[in-house]
């Protein structure tokens, strides 16, 4: 098992992982309006499937929300 952080919490994962299968382990809702960081830079939605995790990543799961007046 390989330790990772995501959103702040320390997860053990087994390795390889792709981004897309974080996305899946974590049961993230509405997986196509949600972006990710991975060590603080932006992946781009196309690379998700191609993006593969390594121990000691930290992985933050982002969600735009409009609102207002």
Same mark, same amino acid.
């Not at 299968?21 to 939605?45: A, K, Y």
């Given at each position: 098992?390989?330790?990772? $952080? +995501? *959103?702040?919490? @320390?997860?053990?994962? &087994?390795? =390889?992982? &792709? +981004?897309? /299968? @974080?996305?899946? !382990? *974590?049961?993230? !809702?509405? =997986?196509?309006?949600?972006?990710?960081? @991975?060590?603080? #830079?932006?992946? #781009?939605?196309? #690379?998700?499937?191609? &993006?593969? @995790? $390594? #121990? /000691?990543?930290? +992985?933050?799961?982002?969600?735009?929300?409009? /609102? /207002?007046?």
């Amino acid at each position: 098992m390989s330790k990772i $952080k +995501v *959103n702040d919490e @320390l997860q053990e994962v &087994t390795l =390889p992982l &792709t +981004v897309t /299968g @974080l996305i899946q !382990l *974590n049961n993230v !809702l509405q =997986p196509d309006m949600v972006s990710v960081q @991975l060590n603080g #830079e932006f992946v #781009e939605r196309g #690379e998700f499937d191609a &993006t593969e @995790l $390594k #121990e /000691g990543d930290e +992985v933050d799961f982002l969600y735009f929300m409009g /609102g /207002g007046c």
